[in-house]
């Protein structure tokens, strides 16, 4: 049964060995549905197991902690994996139709699942280093994601966003340098064990300001997120939607594990400058989406807004505002996923991105328009989708603590962010089709294939909003867990 | 009531399934669903007493104070049977409207959702959830508004109410997330009995002005107003909809609904009521220089939402008696002249006012109609207006303070609507024949029910209020002062100052009217020195304010993500440094005890060398030059390693050197030489930061070195290495035993890589299936 | 000799950095490297350091002599083989852009930003 | 340290190698070919060879024999690779 | 004596590194460099090793230090030929 | 570079660098080398004989086998898991068994020895790879 | 008995070989040492006599390792190798000194 911790990794690794040995793309569309099909099964067992246990540990190699490499699951990692594993599995289906042909399956798969692979591992592993190596698999994946179909475009867009990120692996590996030259350990768990009651532990700060960068970079907050503008909108939009729901996540994930479980010293500092942080990153985004009239490059920008919001949950720092950030994280993973599958289908209705020269799509598809509907409305905070409560939650507990100037901020960017979805929603939609080259395109009615992933998610983006006691209580244990992690450092260093 | 609230659900997702023969009678059907709820509701009148109300909790998110509460006390009740009851009848005349556009599924899909989340609005006993109904009458109007939504100015108005009413929606929210913390609790039932402990704290001021500014932008209080008069660009039903009973009286039912907790305070009754005068003024100034039909009902609209609020902040029993009273007259006359204006629009081709007239020829019972309609809404007797004029007036006059002030305006705002109504009423219906664009008639029987039914209403009930009074609105008001008051309604109170005040307005209004009717030339001039006195439009102004907004930030974007790819990677390294540095700063009292030396000397030799061939490597021009000199830095580190215990570590280094500057000199060949590309300046610049950051993490490996704050758990590896793991080479075994996941990764990434670098740079090949 | 080692590294980062803030991409890539050359050592340095007695264990002897931490070497190690991976795609990725674009200059790479 | 071969003598030969190695660091450095670059990196592997060769004896472990190895086989693979890109082009 | 012998092996060997490294700065050109960076490294590599084996003194050791020195003999001209083949000095006269 | 010397010498430097690899592979374990190491010397030693006949031209029976190394030794790594799950000890659990032989005590072959060898010819790919594509032809 | 004859040939040549070594390096020493002394670089196209390829590697090699003669190239048909000399006099004196190293090489590879 503990071995299944592991297989968020391990799975993906054996569909990359068969995809390298059996070269059919054929066969590769099916095994990247299979696979990402399993492993919704799997982290929805693992979601149970961890209902029953808490927190489950996986000592590899059978190594104790904190010698060898441990993998945990907690409730944090584990909604990540299940949220992480409904995405990837939309996004295989997704691939399947808007995926050129120069692009071979094949190949994609590879990569996809190196992508999966390096994030379910930065998901379950508790050994800051193991993490390390987890963000350069998901790095170099995404690197080839990127350049996956080698236009001019792309070839910048990936050169920009490699040297950006790369710059912040060096920094996190500095981090874990330092960190270990200063405790001597690098599972989390001892760390926290270490760190709590040091009085030296403000020692640690400089090692945290190379993580605090290196996460920023990764989850793009405000001075370190000019990769992500940069690049996001030039691959292939399945990549794009690959890349929106998850990379910046794990971003936050990390944020989030780090800064609740060993770096709690000096909360005031971090706490304010994470706050402070949250704040220019949603202004930021959401202006700039505001600024253009391309469907990704302003999905691109909420990315970097919705961040703002997450960050703002870490900063706040009460379970209420922890387990605000992880519904908020999980809502926008869901969400944001499918706004990019749903610009896609535009796109692919139109060819072409640009919203000024594309229209009348509401008259067209009514379908087309509900599925664009449900994830836009959940990013804007409709009631009652899932966006509404984890804006709420966040709001209630910034207020609740005090924190009026970084909950003002969040209010007014949600007005930013409903501007951006009614400016899609207009000219895509609303406004007739202007009389240009694009016009003349058929609409094709739209396949299976082509909108199931998107009916999968706004689903879920619905049963969410509808269920959120359920989720809430979930992502509140999961914040407790952070707040107090005894019961994770005695799994994983006694268990 | 939860029932009613799904029932109106699955009516409204029914439309779309319906079979084809009853599809046509959808409107009918949805009438009737209304119709069945006001019916349902109007049985339990009785129930709902003074001292009585009905409520329902299912628990939902309880951590979060999140429940569904209903309640169903007086002041519900006068809100869900207007919704109801105009509900029924605005269908009934959709019907035969909406019968030339295309999409009336989608039409009476939204305006049934509408009602019910306006019926939940006004059922909510949680303030969360009355807050997600509130959102969801901003977004479904949205839908209404932009019905016919290839016309710019439709999207434009659907845009402006819904950010309007949107932001005014999230800072109510705020405010109640505010309050809601003191007594922890978002219930109504719990606010209410713990008014004074809200009152008291310190957050009441923030809290109150948060939750007026979703108020206020809901029921289009001056200075938010402007979005009203932009809505009417949706299909006349709706506008009749909006207007009368849903959507703007939401603002008014919270108001009512909070007053017994936030109300009674001189910040209640001085915002509230100066917002609520100068509201009214607005209105009833503007209302007469329009021309168009529904741009004139619109500023009327907001002449009484004006009183409304007014009433409201003013807070006595008188006023709010009156405002309870007046929702009813106002709905009534409201919902008809929309009805009618659509008519006449349908009818006729045009809402223009200049292009109208004598049209009680072609429709003398639309005439009817309307008379008694704008009778009531200039408060002439019998009609039901008049009684609510005159209690207004009353509540006026007792109120506390500021009456004389208040009165004076409210005089003045109440003669401009006389002068409006009279006017309406003539220029439209009375005088010479309009040049219509169609010829008019008065076919279609359907259409008049709605408007018909009201207008009797506002003069049956004008004649005998005493049941209105008794069984409606003393409920009402008893759930809005918190405390059992009694009404009882007449339409003569004797000759008093109100009486007076009465006569006044209506003669000034009749002078006024008579004014604008004689003398053409006024109406014009007037328009003119409002076009000079009040030359920015508001909604004007939140256009260019919007402009100006998307503007700043584009100018802002194009400077935060300006393309250069080095100035990017400097801001980076800038942010970096400088939190380091302050965090060395910070925390400068550690203690440093590593000695200085340079021996053994090769080991400082080949520091030196590392030092030199980097900094050729930094400035040479020659790309071999640089290149080489790279490795030859990372050959004297690998040696560094090598003298400093790592074996396989520095022969991994010098393969891998190796190995790069082969790949290196692969494609240097086809690549271009370096060039003077950055000028002496920028190169000291650039030298400066990168020295300040190489500074700093010179003084963070030191102090890392310096700082042992545990054991490290290397001591496990060398004890356990040989006997656990079976191996003499204990960084081996830590590759493939100990932290063998690390390798796994760390081949993944190479594997990831090759494929992606052959994918590169071979010749790319379709896919085969 | 750990000062001059912090000294070395925190040049190395100067150069890196330096190179960074080029506007040729293969002196980019160059800055790249000595970045993560600076990183090994740093991580390296920061374990400490044991001149001259290599972690390796006899048959049975168990830990006698104070040997050099084994723990940061496979750090470093897997560092450096991630970073060849990663240095290797860089150059592959340069180099198909400059086929692409005639170009070195990032100062050119602005089309995608706004 | 051992006592067999004395320190001086392994200084001394340290101190060759080093001054070995900044003789051939300048000869990388001045080029001009890259031949003649490549022919100096050629030099500087041997040279580090030889420091290891010392060192070894100076810390008494035979482990450092295995580098050399690697050392000349890379450094001939080096060699001969880059030379194949240089057949047209210099500078 | 060993410790003179190994220690007239490791100076020797030191020094003819050296004199290879002087000789590739001295000469004039390509060729000549490449006459002094491939003959001379390459015994002196071979004089340490055969220092440093006799230092240590055991079989292991000798077996690495042959494998070093013949892969060295073999390597070392090819490199050098490797360089020297890629040169191109513009138009090499045959005889000058 | 086309230099017959050159591709005389390929014959038996080859076959001497690939015995250095294994090597370094199979005493990786006690002895510096290892997996990595050896993969890498023996990748270059396969790739030697290209640089000597300038022979990289794109064959897509040349190409297929780098992949088919990393398949060969991700699997290899994958299979050294599954004796510590069928021994019922947490994943990656070195087993490890003695082979006999005579004159010696025996072998000590266990699963992370496995993995190594595994890393040993994912490694070979991978240079194969990196070689083949950086040097094409165009 | 042919294995015994090609042994002894290559321990002499061996031996031969080490001579060779010693002494050209002593003499590329002492040059590299004694500045002002004139060399006079050449390149010379030397016939080859060998037909094995081993031998033709060992003949290269061993060519390169001796004073001032590198081998640069071999022609296509392996009839000619292109040596550059360091201190050039005499051709036909190169090239007889070049023939007496190709017999012995020769001598071993048959
Ligand atoms: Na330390
Ligand atoms: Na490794």
């Known amino acids: 049964m503990i071995t299944f911790v592991a297989l968020p990794i391990l799975l993906p690794f054996i569909f990359i060995i068969s995809l390298l040995v059996f070269r059919s793309d054929r066969l590769a569309g099916w095994l990247g549905v299979f696979g990402s099909g399993l492993l919704i099964l799997l982290s929805g067992y693992l979601f149970i197991l961890v209902q029953k246990h808490g927190v489950i540990a996986l000592q590899m190699g059978g190594w104790e902690a904190p010698f060898g490499i441990t993998l945990v699951v907690d409730f944090l990692s584990a909604i990540m994996l299940v949220v992480a594993a409904l995405i990837v599995f939309s996004i295989a289906i997704y691939a399947l139709r808007f995926l050129p042909k120069t692009i071979r399956l094949n190949r994609f798969f590879i990569f996809f699942f190196g992508l999966t692979m390096g994030l379910n591992g930065a998901f379950v592993t508790g050994d800051v280093f193991n993490l390390f190596v987890w963000f350069e698999v998901m790095l170099m994946s995404s690197f080839v994601l990127i350049t996956l179909g080698r236009t001019k475009e792309q070839l910048e867009g990936g050169i920009k966003y490699m040297s950006l990120n790369l710059i912040g692996s060096l920094l996190f590996l500095a981090g874990v340098g330092l960190l270990y030259g200063k405790t001597g350990t690098l599972n989390m768990a001892h760390l926290a064990e270490i760190l709590k009651n040091d009085n030296q532990a403000i020692l640690m700060n400089t090692s945290a300001v190379l993580f605090f960068v290196a996460f920023g970079i990764k989850a793009a907050v405000f001075p370190l997120y000019f990769w992500l503008p940069a690049s996001y909108h030039t691959p292939n939009i399945t990549i794009s939607s690959l890349f929106a729901g998850l990379l910046t996540k794990v971003g936050v994930y990390t944020f989030i594990r780090f800064f609740t479980l060993f770096f709690v010293h000096d909360q005031q500092f971090w706490h304010q400058l994470l706050l402070i942080t949250a704040g220019f990153t949603m202004v930021a985004g959401g202006m700039a989406a505001a600024a253009h009239y391309e469907t990704r490059r302003i999905l691109s920008y909420h990315i970097i807004s919705q961040i703002g919001y997450m960050i703002m949950g870490l900063g706040i720092f009460t379970p209420l505002a922890i387990a605000g950030a992880i519904f908020f994280t999980i809502h926008n993973m869901i969400a944001k996923t499918n706004t990019f599958l749903v610009a896609g289908m535009i796109a692919k209705a139109r060819g072409t991105f640009e919203l000024k020269e594309v229209g009348g799509l509401f008259k067209q598809s009514p379908f087309l328009a509900i599925l664009f509907m449900v994830p836009a409305f959940a990013l804007a905070g409709v009631p009652p989708i899932s966006g509404f409560f984890a804006k709420f939650i966040l709001i209630k507990a910034g207020l609740e603590n005090g924190n009026y100037v970084i909950t003002a901020v969040a209010i007014l960017t949600g007005m930013l962010t409903l501007y951006s979805m009614i400016k899609i929603w207009n000219e895509a939609f609303l406004k007739a089709q202007p009389a240009n080259e694009y016009a003349s395109t058929p609409f094709k009615k739209l396949k299976f294939a082509e909108y199931f992933p998107s009916v999968l998610l706004g689903a879920t983006s619905i049963l969410m909003g509808l269920f959120a006691a359920y989720l809430f209580d979930f992502t509140m244990n999961a914040a407790n867990q952070l707040i107090d992690p005894s019961l994770y450092i005695e799994t994983v260093l006694k268990g | 009531m939860v029932y009613i609230l799904l029932v109106f659900l699955s009516a409204s997702l029914l439309i779309f399934i319906l079979p084809g023969w009853l599809k046509k009678q959808k409107a009918i059907l949805l009438s009737f669903v209304q119709f069945a709820a006001f019916i349902y509701f109007l049985s339990h009148v009785s129930e709902i007493t003074s001292y009585h109300s009905k409520s329902i909790f299912i628990e939902w998110i309880p951590q979060l104070g999140l429940n569904l509460e209903f309640m169903l006390d007086g002041l519900s009740m006068v809100f869900a049977l207007l919704v109801t009851g105009i509900g029924a009848l605005v269908f009934l005349y959709a019907k035969d409207y909406m019968k030339s556009y295309a999409g009336t599924d989608k039409f009476f899909f939204y305006l049934m959702l509408f009602s019910g989340a306006m019926l939940g609005l006004v059922l909510s006993g949680n303030l969360i959830q009355l807050f997600i109904f509130w959102e969801l009458t901003s977004f479904i109007s949205f839908f209404l508004i932009s019905f016919f939504h290839e016309k710019e100015s439709a999207r434009k108005a659907a845009f402006q109410s819904l950010y309007i009413t949107g932001f005014g929606g999230l800072s109510m929210l705020a405010g109640i997330v505010l309050l809601g913390s003191v007594v922890d609790s978002y219930s109504f039932s719990d606010w209410l009995s713990n008014a004074n402990a809200i009152k008291e704290s310190n957050l009441y001021l923030p809290g109150l002005l948060l939750i007026l500014a979703g108020i206020f932008t809901k029921s289009a209080q001056f200075p938010f107003h402007f979005w009203l008069p932009g809505a009417m660009q949706a299909p006349a039903p709706v506008s009749s909809y909006l207007h009368s009973a849903t959507m703007v009286k939401a603002g008014i039912f919270l108001l009512a609904r909070l007053s017994p907790v936030l109300g009674g305070t001189p910040e209640w009754t001085y915002i509230i009521s100066l917002t609520g005068v100068l509201t009214m003024l607005t209105g009833s100034y503007f209302a007469i220089t329009q021309t168009d039909l529904k741009g004139i009902l619109a500023f009327t609209t907001i002449n009484a939402l004006g009183v409304l609020v007014l009433l409201l902040g003013i807070n006595t029993t008188e006023s709010i008696k009156a405002a309870m009273l007046f929702l009813f007259i106002h709905a009534f006359y409201k919902a008809t002249l929309f009805m009618v204006a659509g008519l006449i629009e349908k009818k006729t081709g045009t809402r223009e006012l200049r292009q109208l007239g004598g049209l009680i020829k072609y429709m003398p019972l639309t005439f009817v109609i309307a008379f008694l309609a704008l009778l009531s809404m200039a408060g002439l007797p019998p009609l039901l207006g008049f009684l609510g004029k005159e209690l207004i007036y009353e509540a006026k006059v007792q109120s506390p303070g500021i009456a004389s002030m208040i009165l004076i305006l409210g005089v003045t705002s109440n003669i401009f609507m006389v002068a409006v109504s009279l006017y309406f009423a003539r220029k439209v219906f009375l005088g010479k024949p309009g040049n219509f664009p169609k010829q008019p008639n008065e076919r279609g029987a359907a259409f008049l029910i709605g408007p018909g039914v009201l207008a009797l209403l506002s003069l049956v009930l004008g004649l005998s209020p005493g049941k209105l009074g008794s069984a409606v609105i003393k409920p009402a008001l008893s759930a809005v002062l918190g405390e059992v008051a009694e009404v009882k309604l007449k339409i003569w109170h004797g000759f008093n100052q109100v009486f007076f005040l009465s006569m006044l307005t209506i003669i000034l209004g009749f002078l006024l009217y008579v004014a604008m009717l004689k003398k053409d030339k006024l109406l014009i001039y007037w328009k003119k020195i409002n076009d000079v006195v009040f030359a920015v439009q508001l909604d004007e102004v939140f256009a260019w304010v919007m402009d100006k907004f998307v503007a700043v930030s584009k100018l802002k974007t194009k400077t935060v993500q300006h393309g250069y790819h080095r100035l990017y990677i400097l801001t980076i390294i800038v942010f970096t440094s400088l939190l380091l540095w302050f965090q060395v700063f910070v925390t400068r009292s550690w203690n440093f005890d590593i000695p200085f030396t340079l021996r053994p000397f090769y080991i400082s030799g080949l520091a030196l060398v590392i030092i030199l061939a980097s900094a050729v490597s930094a400035v040479s021009r020659s790309r071999i030059v640089t290149i080489i000199s790279m490795g030859v830095a990372g050959y004297g580190i690998s040696l560094i390693f090598l003298y400093y215990s790592a074996v396989d570590l520095a022969i991994t280094q010098i393969l891998v050197e190796t190995l790069t500057l082969v790949m290196f000199m692969a494609i240097l060949q086809k690549l271009p030489r370096f060039a003077v590309l950055s000028s002496k300046k920028t190169r000291l610049r650039d030298f400066l930061i990168a020295l300040g950051f190489g500074s700093v993490m010179t003084i963070l490996a030191l102090k890392a070195v310096n700082v042992n704050l545990n054991r490290s758990i290397s001591d496990f590896y060398l004890e356990n290495s040989y006997l656990k793991a079976f191996g003499e080479n204990v960084v081996n075994v830590i590759l493939v035993d100990f932290r063998a996941l690390d390798t796994l990764g760390e081949v993944t990434v190479l594997t990831i890589a090759a494929v992606g670098v052959y994918l590169l740079l071979s010749k790319p090949k379709s896919r085969k299936l | 000799m750990e000062i001059i080692l912090a000294i070395v590294v925190g040049l190395l980062y100067t150069v890196g950095v330096y190179l960074l803030l080029r506007r040729s991409i293969l002196k980019f890539i160059i800055g790249l490297i000595f970045m993560s050359n600076a990183t090994n050592l740093l991580v390296f340095l920061s374990a400490g350091l044991v001149p001259g007695s290599p972690a390796f264990v006899q048959a049975g002897s168990g830990s006698s002599a104070p040997l050099a931490d084994p723990l940061p070497q496979a750090l470093v190690l897997t560092a450096i083989v991630i970073g060849l991976g990663i240095v290797v795609f860089t150059l592959a990725l340069k180099y198909k852009f400059f086929e692409t674009t005639g170009t070195d200059d990032l100062d050119q790479l602005k089309k995608t930003d706004n | 340290m051992n006592d067999s071969i004395s320190t001086t003598v392994l200084l001394i030969a340290f101190s060759l190698l080093l001054a070995a190695l900044i003789l051939a660091f300048t000869r990388l450095l001045k080029g001009p070919s890259i031949n003649d670059r490549i022919a100096a990196m050629d030099v500087i592997s041997i040279v580090v060879m030889g420091f290891i060769l010392v060192y070894s004896v100076l810390i008494n472990n035979a482990m450092y024999f295995d580098i050399p190895i690697v050392i000349s086989l890379i450094s001939f693979i080096g060699t001969v690779a880059v030379s194949t890109y240089l057949k047209h082009k210099n500078g | 004596m060993d410790k003179i012998i190994i220690s007239i092996f490791i100076l020797a060997g030191s020094f003819f590194i050296l004199v290879a490294a002087i000789g590739l700065l001295r000469f004039k050109d390509l060729y000549a460099r490449l006459h002094a960076g491939t003959k001379a490294p390459s015994f002196g590599i071979l004089l340490l090793l055969i220092g440093v084996s006799i230092y240590f003194n055991t079989p292991v050791v000798y077996i690495k230090s042959l494998f070093i020195i013949v892969f060295i003999y073999l390597t070392a001209p090819l490199g050098a030929h490797a360089i020297a083949k890629s040169f191109d000095n513009k138009g090499k006269n045959k005889k000058q | 570079m086309n230099s017959v010397i050159l591709q005389l010498a390929a014959k038996y430097l080859r076959w001497l660098l690939i015995s250095f690899a294994v090597l370094a592979l199979l005493r990786g374990h006690n002895n510096p080398g290892g997996g990595f190491i050896g993969g890498l010397m023996a990748g270059l030693a396969i790739v030697y004989k290209g640089f000597a006949f300038n022979a990289f031209q794109v064959k897509e029976k040349l190409l297929k086998r780098p992949e088919r190394y990393m398949g060969l030794g991700l699997f290899l790594i994958l299979l050294s898991f599954i004796p510590s799950v069928f021994a019922g000890k947490p994943l990656m659990t070195g087993i490890w068994i003695t082979v006999p032989v005579p004159f010696f005590s025996g072998i000590k072959l266990g699963t992370p020895f496995l993995f190594d060898i595994g890393v040993f010819f994912t490694v070979i790919g991978v240079t194969l790879l990196f070689v083949f594509s950086l040097t094409q032809k165009k | ?110």
Request: with cysteine.
């Open chain 7, 1 to 110: 008995m042919k294995i015994l004859k090609k042994t002894y040939y290559l321990l002499a040549f061996c031996l031969f070989y080490l001579f060779k070594l010693v002494q050209s390096n002593i003499y590329i020493a002492w040059d590299i040492l004694t500045p002002g002394k004139q060399s006079n670089p050449a390149f010379v196209e030397v016939p080859v006599i060998l037909n094995s390829d081993t031998g033709l590697l060992m003949f290269s090699n061993l060519l390169s390792m001796t004073p001032g003669t590198l081998s640069l190239d071999i022609s296509r048909d392996k009839k000619t190798m292109l040596v550059h000399v360091l201190y050039y006099s005499d051709e036909e004196q190169i090239q007889n000194g070049l023939k007496e190293m190709q017999q012995k090489i020769k001598r071993i590879t048959g």
